[in-house]
Structure formats: structure tokens, C-alpha cells
């Protein structure tokens, strides 16, 4: 960050800025930080709340901060470290777009709280929604409450409305401390012994309650009944779109958001007929983003993005220029279209006669994009044939299925074991059905020393990691176009040559996930224990099975989900009855079985107590079964609707099954991929991922093994 400047921080503070007590660059911190609270006296709330997350008890010159350890710790009960997605934008913003805004009359009307005060602004997929609104939170006035949240920083699985009510409440209370004791207090200390700890496990009554008592608190200068300084600000809210229910608490929703206060409301999402009825009850007026607005910032993007490559790759002016005037004119405003494929140029060097067919043939939408992107791999025109290129299909296929259809984001150890039990299982295998994983197989495992490497290899931009080293989708347009039927998508895009390969919404995802976790959780380590000393906490026994089997993570925290989500419903009712011997039983009701599924049993739930109920004491008399299922089911996941990409102006009609195929597009043919590197197999159960030390490339610019700017890993 330059000297002078000041950017706000687009998600919670806490956890993400960790300095240790004896760090030399904490007291340089602290000193910026201070001189920003007393320059910009109007953050000083703000700026204090910040230093204290650093680490309270290392700070001591504290007194004046205004928040205390039980105010942070009643508003951590909010649960937003357990909504909070690490994901950062998998492409930088480039400097000095989206002003554009900041000339049009309507935005002018909206930012000096002249009619209207609520705006709603759509645009297609990737046309840059999410930058903009960030800009726009940089231009409001500061001296009020602003709330802003972006579905973008809420983690897979808590996409949903009420999810969004809790962020705009810890954003609102974030700078409003004294509204804390005042209303969060008392009411979380009545409803928090029915209704679960965190206020985002409650039911959405509830939590639609604590929203009303808050909003009511307000002062008039801060969005109160007469205000009209409050503003809040959602990214992303098509999000939460996922079936009747959530449309339902969707409606709800914009009922807090609009009603019982004067916050001037801004509104960024894709465009959805399910929207239309709420953008007209709440009086939101409407305004859609073309391709007028966003074609100097694309270009401006795609300049950026042609000089490094062409640094990179040694391309001279004439290349460069080439790069510019191919992306940038055929891009039609879609910004995630044109650094889609400006990644895919940045992978490796091409001779001129390859860049030029691969520039001339640019697939037209953002679906053909990925389709292409999937087709480098494993396929004839990889150069890739026999069992080369078969492993890497299959390894590509391993990452998709999970980055797809996973509920928690997946860290490096849990997504190398699920890729390795799927490999054991092979329940993705036509006419396969997924075997019960063993100890055997547990024991066999492959191992990698670098799957980011191999991921960003196979899946190209398709795949991303967050802070955290968790892997996602670049784009959640990513995740909708891998869950959606090849045959749905080929209405519409009829040369899709590559989606099919890597589908599995056919084979019952979900159910294929229910039984690789009960199958891993009732494993014999888990039912004979070895760290049972009465010594040893609870605390110390669940990290050590995390550590030395990684993926019980994942399995203890989303094994019920995906059993919701599949045609293996669980009841959690009190009275609930499982069938004799069946997993559910051995798992849920193990005491009429025997000892061996008690201790798995108890196992898993220690395990799923630790990280859903952080620093609680487990029960010593067990876990209800009412408290796996408090709060409200999961939404289906949200399918590919055609009409939204407006790169095509007109919806063909389904092709007749008699209709004679589409000639296939003009491939680009590149440069093989290397296969994943040689893997050992162990005996023992895998051991703990090493930790890898920080160190910059040699070359200290670009990472071919990883594909980013200053990576940690040296490619050499």
C-alpha cells in the first residue's frame, strides 16, 4: 500500500492480520494504524477494533479502545468466523476503472440521498459487479453506518439470506459498540439457550428478530427511523437463489433491509426473473450494466494484462498490440471473459502460427470458454494419448467433483485424500458402484508434494485457493456450469465437446460423498482409539486425529449435509429410528451395537464440536441429535440458466434428437501439459502435508508452476 493511501478491508477483520509479540514489523503496524485513526477521526472506532483483533493480549496501551474481551467475544457469538470465506478475486483489480459510475445521475442521485434511496444495479456474468460495488463502498461518505457485505465472502454451504443478515449486523456493530451491550447482549443471552451459540445457526425468525431490536437502536444520523446517513451495500445476492424456501426468506430479507429505518440501499446482482417481483415491491429503481459502461475498464484490463504476458513470454510490441486488439474487441464488456483468456496465454509461450489460430478462434461465450479450458486436458489435442493421458483426466475429474459438489472449502490434505479415495472407490466409474473404503486403503495412499501445482496445471483458472489454502471455484459461474447437464447447456451451446467428461450430476454426487465419509469416519482408527489417556483433553485427542487423518475433518463437519442433500435423508428427530446395522445407526444410535461404534461414534462428533462450536467444552453426557440439525436446511445448488449471459442475444430452441450434430469448433492446439509427477505409495497412514517455507521465485516475477504473481513456490 502506497504512503497516504487507505483502502477498506472487504471482509471481517478478525483472524486475518496474525502478528506474533515479538514480531518487528508489530510496532510499524501499530504506528500506521494509530496515525490512520487520528488523520481520519470518523474510522477511529473502526480503526481500534482493528488493533485489538491483532492480538489483545500483547497490546497494553489499550484503554480507550472501547472494546473489551466480552464485547469481542459476544460479537464473535455472531458466527461469523464460521460463515467467512477466505476466497480473495482470483484476477487483481486494475487501477483507475470503475469511475465510470461516478459520472451517470442516477448513482449521483442515490450517493447524495436524493430520491431514489434504493438502487439496483444487474449485469451479466463476470461484467464486473463485484469491483464495482467495492468501488462504490470507497465512495460513500464514512461518517454514517455502513454495512456491506458480498456473497463472495461467505463460505460454500451459508450462502443464504440469513446468512447475509448476520454480516450486515456485525458490519453495522463492528463500528457501533455501545449497540453491543445494548442489544446483542441480553437478547443473545435469551435466545442462544434454545436456539444453538451462534446467532447464524438460529432460525431465520430469530435471527429476523435480533435485526429488528438493532435496527431500532439506531440513531437517526446512522440509518435510525429519521436518518439518512446509513447505508448498506449487497454484492452478489442472486447467490441465495436456490429453490422456493430461500426465495421465500429472500423476500423476507429485503423486508429488514428496507423497512424500519432510512439506510439508502444499493443492490448488485445477476439478472433473475425470481428477483423481478421483490425489485418491484421494495421501489428499487433499475439500472443495467452494458457493454458501453464496462468496455473502457475491460481494455484497460486487457492492456495491463498483454504487457506482462508479453514480458513474460518475450512477446515483442507487434504480439503485444495483437493480444490487445483480438481480447479486447471481443470481449463485448464481459471482463471475466477477457482475463479467462488472458490466463490461459499467461500458462505458456506460443509459437506465432499457434497464438494466431488461438486468437482468431477465441470461443464467443464464457461457457465455450470453459469448455475449452477442460479440453486442454487429457484429450487429442493436449497431444496426451494412452495411460498419460488417461491418469490426467482422471486426476482433473477428482479435483472438479470435489471443488464442485464440496460443502466446506477443502484445504491441500483434505482434497489430496478425497482425490485418493475417490481413485480407490472409483464410484465415478460408469456402471460403478463406490466400494466401502478400508484401512487398506487408507494405508496405500498416494501422496503429492505440491497439489496446488497440479491443480493449477489440470484446471487451469478454472481453480483457485484462498488465504487459508483452501481450494475453490475462480468464479461461482464455475461451479454452475460443472453441476448443470451437458445436455442443458447443449441447448443452448450445442459444440460443448468437453463438459461431459467432467459431469458427475448423474451419478448422485451427494450420495457418492455420504459414503465415502461414513465409510472413512467408521474406520477401525476411529473405533479403537489410541489416545484415550485420562491425561490427554479432548481438545488434544481431536487435533491429533485431524492430523493424522485429515480428511475427518471434512467428513465429520459435512457427512449429514450431503446425506440431506441426497435420496438418504437423515431424521434428527427425537424419536428418530435407523435401519439394523446400517451406517446412519452406527454413526447416530451406536449403543445398541457395540463398543467399537460407540467410540466411532463419539469420534466423529468430538470432531464436528470442535470446529462448529470453537472453545465450548463438549458435553460430557454426548451430543443430541436435535443439534446436528438446528438451523435450516441447506438449499439445492444453483444450476446454469442460459439466458443470463448476455454475450448472446437470442435463446435457440432445444435441438431435435434427429438433428445432425454441430461441426466442431476450431481447437487450439497447445503444447502438452506435463502430467503429474510420479507418486510413491506409503504403508503407514499418510502422514501431515510438510509445512513449506515462504520463499519468491528465482526469476521473483511469475511462477510457472503455479501460475501467480510472487508465489511462494520456487518453479525452478
Given at each position: 500500500?502506497?504512503?497516504?493511501?487507505?483502502?477498506?478491508?472487504?471482509?471481517?477483520?478478525?483472524?486475518?492480520?496474525?502478528?506474533?509479540?515479538?514480531?518487528?514489523?508489530?510496532?510499524h503496524v501499530w504506528n500506521v494504524?494509530?496515525?490512520?485513526?487520528?488523520?481520519?477521526?470518523?474510522?477511529?472506532?473502526?480503526?481500534?477494533?482493528?488493533?485489538?483483533?491483532?492480538?489483545?493480549?500483547?497490546?497494553?496501551?489499550?484503554?480507550?479502545?472501547?472494546?473489551?474481551?466480552?464485547?469481542?467475544?459476544?460479537?464473535?457469538?455472531?458466527?461469523?468466523?464460521?460463515?467467512?470465506?477466505?476466497?480473495?478475486?482470483?484476477?487483481?483489480?486494475?487501477?483507475?476503472?470503475?469511475?465510470?459510475?461516478?459520472?451517470?445521475?442516477?448513482?449521483?442521485?442515490?450517493?447524495?440521498?436524493?430520491?431514489?434511496?434504493?438502487?439496483?444495479?444487474?449485469?451479466?456474468?463476470?461484467?464486473?459487479?463485484?469491483?464495482?460495488?467495492?468501488?462504490?463502498?470507497?465512495?460513500?461518505?464514512?461518517?454514517?453506518?455502513?454495512?456491506?457485505?458480498?456473497?463472495?465472502?461467505?463460505?460454500?454451504?451459508?450462502?443464504?439470506?440469513?446468512?447475509?443478515?448476520?454480516?450486515?449486523?456485525?458490519?453495522?456493530?463492528?463500528?457501533?459498540?455501545?449497540?453491543?451491550?445494548?442489544?446483542?447482549?441480553?437478547?443473545?443471552?435469551?435466545?442462544?439457550?434454545?436456539?444453538?451459540?451462534?446467532?447464524?445457526?438460529?432460525?431465520?425468525?430469530?435471527?429476523?428478530?435480533?435485526?429488528?431490536?438493532?435496527?431500532?437502536?439506531?440513531?437517526?444520523?446512522?440509518?435510525?427511523?429519521?436518518?439518512?446517513?446509513?447505508?448498506?451495500?449487497?454484492?452478489?445476492?442472486?447467490?441465495?437463489?436456490?429453490?422456493?424456501?430461500?426465495?421465500?426468506?429472500?423476500?423476507?430479507?429485503?423486508?429488514?433491509?428496507?423497512?424500519?429505518?432510512?439506510?439508502?440501499?444499493?443492490?448488485?446482482?445477476?439478472?433473475?426473473?425470481?428477483?423481478?417481483?421483490?425489485?418491484?415491491?421494495?421501489?428499487?429503481?433499475?439500472?443495467?450494466?452494458?457493454?458501453?459502461?464496462?468496455?473502457?475498464?475491460?481494455?484497460?484490463?486487457?492492456?495491463?494484462?498483454?504487457?506482462?504476458?508479453?514480458?513474460?513470454?518475450?512477446?515483442?510490441?507487434?504480439?503485444?498490440?495483437?493480444?490487445?486488439?483480438?481480447?479486447?474487441?471481443?470481449?463485448?464488456?464481459?471482463?471475466?471473459?477477457?482475463?479467462?483468456?488472458?490466463?490461459?496465454?499467461?500458462?505458456?509461450?506460443?509459437?506465432?502460427?499457434?497464438?494466431?489460430?488461438?486468437?482468431?478462434?477465441?470461443?464467443?461465450?464464457?461457457?465455450?470458454?470453459?469448455?475449452?479450458?477442460?479440453?486442454?486436458?487429457?484429450?487429442?489435442?493436449?497431444?496426451?494419448?494412452?495411460?498419460?493421458?488417461?491418469?490426467v483426466t482422471s486426476f482433473v475429474?477428482?479435483?472438479?467433483?470435489?471443488?464442485?459438489?464440496?460443502?466446506?472449502?477443502?484445504?491441500?490434505?483434505?482434497?489430496?485424500?478425497?482425490?485418493?479415495?475417490?481413485?480407490?472407490?472409483?464410484?465415478?466409474?460408469?456402471?460403478?458402484?463406490?466400494?466401502?473404503?478400508?484401512?487398506?486403503?487408507?494405508?496405500?495412499?498416494?501422496?503429492?508434494?505440491?497439489?496446488?501445482?497440479?491443480?493449477?496445471?489440470?484446471?487451469?483458472?478454472?481453480?483457485?485457493?484462498?488465504?487459508?489454502?483452501?481450494?475453490?471455484?475462480?468464479?461461482?459461474?464455475?461451479?454452475?456450469?460443472?453441476?448443470?447437464?451437458?445436455?442443458?447447456?447443449?441447448?443452448?451451446?450445442?459444440?460443448?465437446?468437453?463438459?461431459?467428461?467432467?459431469?458427475?450430476?448423474?451419478?448422485?454426487?451427494?450420495?457418492?460423498?455420504?459414503?465415502?465419509?461414513?465409510?472413512?469416519?467408521?474406520?477401525?482408527?476411529?473405533?479403537?482409539?489410541?489416545?484415550?489417556?485420562?491425561?490427554?483433553?479432548?481438545?488434544?485427542?481431536?487435533?491429533?486425529?485431524?492430523?493424522?487423518?485429515?480428511?475427518?475433518?471434512?467428513?465429520?463437519?459435512?457427512?449429514?449435509?450431503?446425506?440431506?442433500?441426497?435420496?438418504?435423508?437423515?431424521?434428527?428427530?427425537?424419536?428418530?429410528?435407523?435401519?439394523?446395522?446400517?451406517?446412519?445407526?452406527?454413526?447416530?444410535?451406536?449403543?445398541?451395537?457395540?463398543?467399537?461404534?460407540?467410540?466411532?461414534?463419539?469420534?466423529?462428533?468430538?470432531?464436528?464440536?470442535?470446529?462448529?462450536?470453537?472453545?465450548?467444552?463438549?458435553?460430557?453426557?454426548?451430543?443430541?441429535?436435535?443439534?446436528?440439525?438446528?438451523?435450516?436446511?441447506?438449499?439445492?445448488?444453483?444450476?446454469?440458466?442460459?439466458?443470463?449471459?448476455?454475450?448472446?442475444?437470442?435463446?435457440?430452441?432445444?435441438?431435435?434428437?434427429?438433428?445432425?450434430?454441430?461441426?466442431?469448433?476450431?481447437?487450439?492446439?497447445?503444447?502438452?501439459?506435463?502430467?503429474?509427477?510420479?507418486?510413491?505409495?506409503?504403508?503407514?497412514?499418510?502422514?501431515?502435508?510438510?509445512?513449506?517455507?515462504?520463499?519468491?521465485?528465482?526469476?521473483?516475477?511469475?511462477c510457472c508452476s503455479c501460475y501467480?504473481?510472487?508465489?511462494?513456490?520456487?518453479?525452478?
Amino acid at each position: 500500500m502506497l504512503k497516504g493511501e487507505v483502502k477498506r478491508l472487504y471482509r471481517a477483520h478478525f483472524e486475518i492480520c496474525k502478528l506474533a509479540e515479538g514480531d518487528q514489523d508489530l510496532a510499524h503496524v501499530w504506528n500506521v494504524i494509530e496515525q490512520m485513526g487520528i488523520q481520519l477521526p470518523e474510522t477511529r472506532s473502526k480503526t481500534q477494533l482493528l488493533l485489538l483483533s491483532f492480538n489483545a493480549g500483547t497490546l497494553t496501551n489499550f484503554s480507550n479502545a472501547g472494546f473489551d474481551t466480552l464485547d469481542l467475544k459476544t460479537l464473535e457469538g455472531l458466527g461469523i468466523a464460521k460463515i467467512r470465506s477466505t476466497q480473495q478475486q482470483p484476477f487483481k483489480h486494475t487501477a483507475g476503472t470503475c469511475h465510470w459510475i461516478e459520472t451517470r445521475q442516477f448513482f449521483k442521485d442515490w450517493l447524495t440521498n436524493s430520491d431514489p434511496k434504493r438502487l439496483w444495479i444487474s449485469g451479466s456474468i463476470g461484467s464486473g459487479k463485484t469491483y464495482l460495488a467495492r468501488h462504490v463502498v470507497d465512495l460513500v461518505d464514512s461518517g454514517g453506518t455502513l454495512a456491506y457485505c458480498s456473497l463472495v465472502d461467505i463460505t460454500t454451504g451459508y450462502k443464504t439470506p440469513k446468512s447475509v443478515l448476520v454480516w450486515l449486523m456485525y458490519e453495522i456493530l463492528s463500528t457501533r459498540r455501545e449497540l453491543i451491550a445494548r442489544c446483542l447482549t441480553a437478547f443473545y443471552q435469551r435466545e442462544s439457550g434454545s436456539q444453538g451459540d451462534n446467532v447464524c445457526d438460529w432460525p431465520f425468525l430469530s435471527v429476523k428478530r435480533l435485526w429488528e431490536t438493532l435496527v431500532g437502536a439506531l440513531k437517526p444520523t446512522d440509518g435510525g427511523a429519521s436518518g439518512q446517513r446509513g447505508t448498506i451495500v449487497l454484492d452478489g445476492i442472486d447467490q441465495c437463489l436456490g429453490g422456493p424456501d430461500e426465495l421465500k426468506r429472500l423476500r423476507e430479507l429485503f423486508v429488514c433491509i428496507t423497512e424500519g429505518h432510512a439506510f439508502r440501499v444499493l443492490i448488485f446482482s445477476r439478472p433473475s426473473s425470481d428477483l423481478v417481483e421483490i425489485q418491484q415491491q421494495r421501489g428499487f429503481q433499475m439500472y443495467s450494466l452494458n457493454e458501453k459502461d464496462t468496455k473502457e475498464d475491460v481494455s484497460a484490463t486487457v492492456r495491463e494484462g498483454a504487457y506482462w504476458i508479453a514480458r513474460l513470454h518475450s512477446y515483442g510490441r507487434e504480439v503485444q498490440e495483437k493480444i490487445v486488439e483480438n481480447v479486447g474487441g471481443k470481449a463485448k464488456g464481459m471482463y471475466l471473459w477477457a482475463t479467462m483468456v488472458l490466463e490461459e496465454l499467461k500458462r505458456q509461450p506460443l509459437p506465432p502460427s499457434q497464438l494466431d489460430e488461438f486468437l482468431n478462434n477465441l470461443p464467443p461465450t464464457i461457457i465455450e470458454l470453459y469448455d475449452l479450458i477442460l479440453g486442454r486436458v487429457g484429450t487429442p489435442n493436449t497431444g496426451i494419448s494412452g495411460a498419460a493421458a488417461s491418469g490426467v483426466t482422471s486426476f482433473v475429474r477428482h479435483v472438479l467433483f470435489w471443488i464442485a459438489y464440496q460443502l466446506h472449502e477443502m484445504n491441500e490434505e483434505e482434497m489430496w485424500t478425497g482425490i485418493s479415495l475417490l481413485e480407490a472407490a472409483e464410484p465415478l466409474l460408469p456402471q460403478s458402484g463406490a466400494r466401502r473404503i478400508t484401512e487398506a486403503d487408507v494405508r496405500a495412499m498416494p501422496h503429492t508434494t505440491n497439489l496446488k501445482r497440479e491443480i493449477s496445471r489440470g484446471c487451469g483458472a478454472l481453480v483457485t485457493w484462498t488465504e487459508n489454502d483452501t481450494f475453490v471455484v475462480a468464479h461461482p459461474s464455475v461451479r454452475e456450469f460443472l453441476v448443470t447437464p451437458t445436455e442443458t447447456l447443449r441447448r443452448r451451446y450445442p459444440r460443448l465437446r468437453h463438459h461431459q467428461t467432467y459431469y458427475c450430476g448423474g451419478l448422485q454426487p451427494d450420495n457418492i460423498i455420504r459414503q465415502l465419509c461414513t465409510s472413512y469416519l467408521l474406520l477401525r482408527y476411529f473405533s479403537e482409539p489410541k489416545d484415550e489417556e485420562p491425561s490427554v483433553s479432548w481438545v488434544a485427542r481431536v487435533q491429533r486425529r485431524v492430523e493424522e487423518y485429515p480428511f475427518s475433518r471434512y467428513t465429520a463437519r459435512s457427512w449429514l449435509k450431503h446425506a440431506n442433500m441426497s435420496d438418504h435423508q437423515v431424521n434428527l428427530s427425537g424419536n428418530a429410528e435407523f435401519t439394523a446395522g446400517s451406517d446412519q445407526q452406527r454413526l447416530l444410535a451406536p449403543e445398541d451395537i457395540a463398543s467399537r461404534d460407540l467410540n466411532c461414534s463419539r469420534s466423529w462428533m468430538e470432531i464436528w464440536w470442535y470446529y462448529e462450536k470453537p472453545g465450548q467444552e463438549f458435553p460430557a453426557d454426548g451430543i443430541s441429535l436435535e443439534s446436528f440439525g438446528s438451523g435450516e436446511s441447506l438449499p439445492p445448488r444453483v444450476q446454469w440458466v442460459t439466458s443470463d449471459d448476455a454475450r448472446d442475444q437470442t435463446t435457440p430452441s432445444p435441438l431435435p434428437r434427429t438433428a445432425r450434430a454441430a461441426p466442431p469448433l476450431r481447437t487450439f492446439r497447445a503444447p502438452a501439459p506435463a502430467p503429474p509427477p510420479q507418486m510413491r505409495r506409503i504403508r503407514d497412514p499418510p502422514p501431515r502435508l510438510r509445512e513449506r517455507s515462504p520463499s519468491p521465485c528465482c526469476c521473483r516475477r511469475f511462477c510457472c508452476s503455479c501460475y501467480r504473481w510472487f508465489c511462494r513456490y520456487c518453479c525452478c
